[in-house]
Each structure stands twice: as C-alpha cells, then as structure tokens.
C-alpha cells in the first residue's frame, strides 16, 4: 500500500514540475517577445517613442540633443524604408520557396492547415507578400 502512495506521489510531483516548466516558458515567450524598442509587436511611432523615453533616460538629453536625435531618426527612417523596398522582391521569393517547400513535404491535411497558417502571414503583410502593413511598418 506504501509503495502505491510513493508512486501516487511521485507522478503528481512530475507533473507539477512539468506543469510548471510549461507556464515558465509561456511566461518567457511573451516577456521576450515583448520587450521594447526593437519588438515586431510594435508601430514605428510606438517604437520610436520607446527609444526616446529610453535614450532621455539613460542618456539624460538636452532638449537640443532630442531634436537631434529626433532628425536623426527621420533621415535614417527614409533610407531603412528605401532599402527595405528594393530587397523586398527578393524576400517575396524566398518566402514563396520556403513555402513551395515545407508544402511539399506535408500530406493533404496538414497543406490544408499550413494554406492557413500562410495565408494569415500574408493577410498581416497586408496581402501581397510585401511587408508594408505590417503592424510595425504602419506610415
């Protein structure tokens, strides 16, 4: 009878270990991806916002320094959005060739549920491969 508790105990301890290393990790997940200046989670208002609030307080700005930096920040948001639109192409067929790819891999069930998987991606690019609605790319 001993021996059936010990062992009645010893697989709620194993599961409460694993319970509690999946929460930790769902934990994780969403700090990690949410963690700031840089996140995908964020509108490049948003994001600059945050670098502001974070460069003001590391760095102690002067007002002059902030619309510096503020200047700064537009002229090199021009050329990020320059070259992002001219590699874009070349993204787009990449991605087509990873899909084509893991598609072919994978029976009629699963292309059924990877076409939904694909086609939310592209409905988040705003539907055209192009990475131009997305919601960190919004102008």
Known sequence: MMVGTTRKRAALSLAAVFLAGVLLGIAGTRVYSHRGPGSAHLSPQEYRIQLMEMLDRELDLAPDQEEQVEFILDQISDRF??????????????????????????????????????EERRRRRGGNGSRGSLPWRRR
Do not use: C, N, S, W
Request: proline residues 3%; glycine residues 2%.
């Open 81 to 118: 959005r320059t070259v992002r639109e001219a590699v874009e192409p070349e993204f787009q067929a990449i991605r087509a060739e990873r899909a084509e790819r893991i598609m072919a891999l994978l029976d009629a069930g699963q292309r059924i549920r990877y076409e939904r998987i694909l």
